[in-house]
């Protein structure tokens, strides 16, 4: 079975700190795609990553960097200098290589940053 | 481009009562997914659709079931609701390819009296 799991709850930082956001997952297929997804208060859930199976190169867009590891089936998420506007509930996620449409989700971890 | 669009954005409905909730995909998009959340379970899979024929399908009850017309748009319908079904339903869309991100509407927010 597929499991994704992201330990933090809630985390609390002030703005220009650094945070990371954890994610480890379980499944049996070789093949996979790990994704993560920011929801703002309105709702609406955002893409902002999609990662396969056989890319470990980790990604830096802006602020936001992924850190993927299948040593330790870990999808790290870290926002360096966070903002007000990054608060959110960020979910991680996980679909197998012929589900199309599913996506496992983490249960989420919200984030609050402080002025 | 226009995102995906999901009416009404609340919805309040009695126990025993049936409801119908409608999603706009993306232009071009042809499969649709439907996701319940709530505090407790969290983001559950409902179901896909891709061109009018339903491609996956979650661990739900049959009173929850959905179709998708020609132009791609869809609806889920629940049936006899219950208390526990209320929720923010949230719909996706993708063009359909494995594994292509999924583009989420603002969802409709569901209370069950």
């Known amino acids: 079975a597929q499991k994704v799991t992201q330990a933090q709850t809630e985390i609390s930082v002030v703005e220009k700190e650094d945070v990371t956001l954890d994610c480890v997952y379980e499944t049996r297929d070789t093949t996979y795609y790990l994704f993560w997804y920011k929801q703002p208060p309105s709702g609406e859930l955002v893409f902002l990553i999609r990662r396969n199976s056989f890319d470990e190169q980790n990604e830096i867009s802006g602020r936001y960097s992924w850190n993927f590891q299948k040593s330790t089936s870990s999808f790290n998420f870290t926002i360096t200098a966070s903002q007000v506007v990054d608060s959110a509930v960020y979910f991680c996620a996980l679909t197998g290589s012929s589900n199309t449409g599913k996506l496992i989700f983490g249960q989420g971890t919200t984030l609050q940053v402080k002025p | ?113």
């Not at chain 2, 409905?13 to 049936?18: A, F, H, Y």
């Open chain 2, 1 to 113: 481009k226009a995102g995906v669009t999901q009416t009404p954005r609340y919805l309040i409905k009695t126990r025993g009562q049936q409801v119908t909730l409608s999603c706009s995909p993306i232009s071009g998009h042809r499969s649709v997914s439907w996701y319940q959340q709530t505090p407790g379970q969290g983001l559950q899979f409902l179901f896909e659709y891709f061109s009018e024929t339903q491609r996956n399908k979650g661990n739900f009850p049959g009173r929850f079931s959905g179709r998708q017309f020609s132009n791609s748009r869809s609806e889920m319908n629940v049936s006899t609701l219950e208390l526990g079904d209320s929720a923010l339903y949230l719909c996706a869309s993708s063009s359909g390819q494995l594994n292509s991100p999924l583009h989420f509407g603002n969802g409709t927010r569901l209370t069950v009296t």
